[in-house]
């Protein structure tokens, strides 16, 4: 897929990086996301699979704001992993207006709950603490349009798998992604509820 055929705001940001053309994985990888597919995709760190989903989320959203519930949710395993990963939303939505929010554990529930609900298009959390501001009705997830797990591989350790599965019923249909290093039966077993029709895609 040609990094020409992205909105125009996205497409600004990413001549602006210094990024002049797909990889080879994101070139097998942004023609299924863009065509709206429900993916797994599988691939070494350092493969450039974290920046194919944050292409597709801003192309996905128009890379515009609207309204005020979130209409992209990813997870992440840590605090420090959904900070760094705004950070890198940020550097792609800067020609936009497009809003990015992080909630994880180590912060007040009720502030968080507050700044959510002033507005934000993009929500990246930690399984747990989205969880508990759902089930508080202190966030709607009823505008989403893409849910992602970022760096999967955490969801094997505790009850995360549960808590995610259990979010995504909440969820009308949307465009889910998986993103990891490797595959491993907890992700599998997403197969038998919502990434039942996914593709799987994997470093050649």
Known sequence: MSLKKLHPLLKEAIDNIGIKDSNTLQKKVLPVLKGGADAYVIAPTGSGKTTALIINTIHKLKAEAFEDSPRALIFVETKQKALDLKEQFVTFTKHTNLRAYTVYDAYDIEKQRDEIYVGTDILIATPARLSKLYFKNW????????????????????NIHNIILRLTESVDKCQFIIISDTMNSKMANYQNSFMSNARILKED
């Open 139 to 158: 966030v709607h997830l009823g505008q989403i349009k893409l849910l992602a797990v970022e760096d999967a591989g955490y969801i094997v350790r505790n």
